[in-house]
């Protein structure tokens, strides 16, 4: 079967390449020029964007988170009198910024938290080894296993440690000297701060490739075969599912992105079942981009909940309850109850805006392990493992399916053979 599929491939890009040609040689013909890939860095950049509504500084200008004011490598972010988040004509468009916050007041639309992890999973399923490098490293058209981002400091720590945990062919490109030369003066410490965190807490490591003629850009045959049959079978208006359990099984993994979109969503429905609107303020709780990507990693990997460690407010005896954390909170993930303030840790980002706003001195911060961001919600149990039993049941009516058509293609050979053996007699008898 995999000999078959990889003669079809062969075909199609033998196909591919003379269709390419034809072209190339009409469009010289008409004195056309084909658009080939250009390499432009400049294409790889965003500006980002400023929400103030998730900002402590922009309610106020005495709160102490400063992350994307110390990141930011050429003081390109300011607060204006109105309380709006301005981004200056000066920015690198590193995207440091959108990593460093932490409550998603300032977000890209090319290097999100989720857009990342599934541009890197992507690759990471179709090929042996995938390179994450920057525009000043690469200096080409990135080929299949090489993405490329403005700064390999836009991978957040909780972005890293998403992608370990599902994968192990992951690696950057960064000859020597690039960072040293790099106007993104911040950007090396960035992101070996995020990759190390992203390795203690996965038990996984990132490799560091140096030299251009060290990289493995080979495409996977088995997902380039996934691929190919995936294409075929949509062409057709049929899904692999319906061909045969051996490209049914291809087609699964071409379906893990979507699966991971729907259990974040799940995700978000558990939160809300178990924690539901801030109680206090009436105001629907927010769970920033990367908290999901972890959330979802650490339900799938309970067993890497030791190695998180975070930093998270804690509310001490003097709190009188009277609800300006709360109130104050960009996430809404303080409630009052029973006259104190308490912090629900899967949805604190701990900006430390809660402890600004404080006059008790009730808030003070201390480690937790990431068992406590391991959610126990009922219906979300009940709802996988009737999942796990319609995939058994799948399963068994494939195996069933399979083994009807074995009797069956036993019964046409046995009846081939006795039609033969008829034959051969009533040959035989005329002779």
């Known amino acids: 079967m995999a000999d078959f599929?990889?003669?079809?491939?062969?075909?199609?890009?033998?196909?591919?390449?003379?269709?390419?040609?034809?072209?190339?040689?009409t469009n010289a013909m008409t004195g056309?020029?084909?658009?080939?890939?250009?390499?432009?860095?400049?294409?790889?950049?965003?500006?980002?964007?400023?929400?103030?509504?998730?900002?402590?500084?922009?309610?106020?200008?005495?709160?102490?988170?400063?992350?994307?004011?110390?990141?930011?490598?050429?003081?390109?972010i300011e607060f204006d009198d109105d309380g709006a988040i301005e981004?200056?004509?000066?920015?690198?468009?590193?995207?440091?910024?959108?990593?460093?916050?932490?409550?998603?007041?300032?977000?890209?639309?090319?290097?999100?938290?989720?857009?990342?992890?599934?541009?890197?999973?992507?690759a990471a399923e179709a090929n042996e080894m995938v390179y994450i490098t920057c525009t000043r490293a690469l200096g080409h058209v990135p080929e299949q296993g090489e993405i490329v981002v403005p700064c390999v400091g836009v991978i957040a720590p909780e972005v890293w440690y998403a992608v370990l945990s599902e994968y192990a062919n992951i690696a950057i490109f960064l000859p020597r000297g690039i960072c040293d030369k790099c106007k993104t003066t911040t950007g090396e410490d960035a992101y070996t701060e995020s990759i190390s965190i992203g390795e203690a807490?996965?038990?996984?490591?990132?490799?560091?490739?140096?030299?251009?003629?060290?990289?493995i850009l080979e495409v996977d045959h088995?997902?380039?075969?996934?691929?190919?049959v995936n294409d075929?079978?949509?062409?057709?208006?049929?899904?692999?599912?319906?061909?045969?359990?051996?490209?049914?099984?291809?087609?699964?993994?071409?379906?893990?992105?979507?699966?991971?979109?729907?259990?974040?969503?799940?995700?978000?429905?558990?939160?809300?079942r178990m924690c539901g609107a801030n109680s206090t303020t009436e105001r629907k709780r927010t769970l920033v981009n990367?908290?999901?990507?972890?959330?979802?990693?650490?339900?799938?990997?309970?067993?890497?909940?030791?190695?998180?460690?975070?930093?998270?407010?804690?509310?001490?005896?003097?709190?009188?309850?009277?609800?300006?954390?709360?109130?104050?909170?960009?996430?809404?993930?303080?409630?009052?109850?029973?006259g104190k303030a308490q912090v629900l840790s899967t949805h604190c980002v701990a900006c430390g805006f809660c402890y600004d706003v404080c006059s008790?001195?009730?808030?003070?911060?201390?480690?937790?392990?990431?068992?406590?961001?391991?959610?126990?919600?009922?219906?979300?149990?009940?709802?996988?493992?009737?999942?796990e039993k319609a995939q058994k049941d799948r399963e068994m009516a494939r195996e069933k399916s399979k083994e009807y058509g074995k009797k069956a293609l036993e019964f046409l050979e046995k009846q081939a053979d006795i039609e033969e053996e008829e034959q051969a007699a009533k040959a035989k008898s005329k002779a």
């Open 5 to 25: 599929l990889d003669e079809l491939i062969g075909i199609k890009k033998e196909f591919d390449a003379l269709t390419s040609d034809f072209v190339d040689e």
């Open 32 to 76: 056309e020029v084909s658009a080939a890939p250009v390499w432009t860095p400049g294409d790889y950049k965003v500006l980002p964007k400023g929400n103030a509504a998730m900002c402590p500084r922009c309610k106020n200008e005495e709160a102490s988170c400063d992350m994307c004011l110390q990141i930011c490598p050429v003081g390109a």
């Open 87 to 122: 981004i200056k004509s000066n920015c690198r468009k590193c995207g440091l910024c959108v990593a460093a916050c932490p409550t998603d007041a300032l977000v890209s639309s090319m290097y999100g938290p989720k857009m990342l992890y599934d541009n890197i999973c992507k």
């Open 201 to 215: 807490w996965s038990g996984e490591t990132v490799d560091l490739v140096e030299r251009e003629k060290d990289l």
């Open 222 to 228: 088995q997902a380039e075969r996934k691929n190919f």
């Open 232 to 272: 075929s079978m949509k062409s057709l208006g049929m899904t692999a599912a319906k061909i045969n359990p051996i490209t049914a099984k291809l087609a699964q993994a071409a379906e893990k992105i979507s699966a991971h979109s729907k259990q974040i969503a799940e995700l978000q429905k558990s939160l809300d």
């Open 290 to 338: 990367s908290r999901q990507l972890m959330l979802v990693a650490l339900a799938n990997h309970p067993e890497t909940a030791d190695a998180i460690v975070l930093d998270m407010p804690v509310i001490g005896a003097t709190c009188n309850g009277c609800g300006v954390c709360a109130d104050a909170c960009p996430t809404s993930a303080i409630d009052i109850i029973e």
């Open 360 to 387: 008790q001195n009730a808030v003070d911060f201390e480690e937790i392990d990431g068992k406590r961001l391991i959610l126990d919600d009922p219906e979300a149990q009940k709802k996988i493992e009737q999942e």
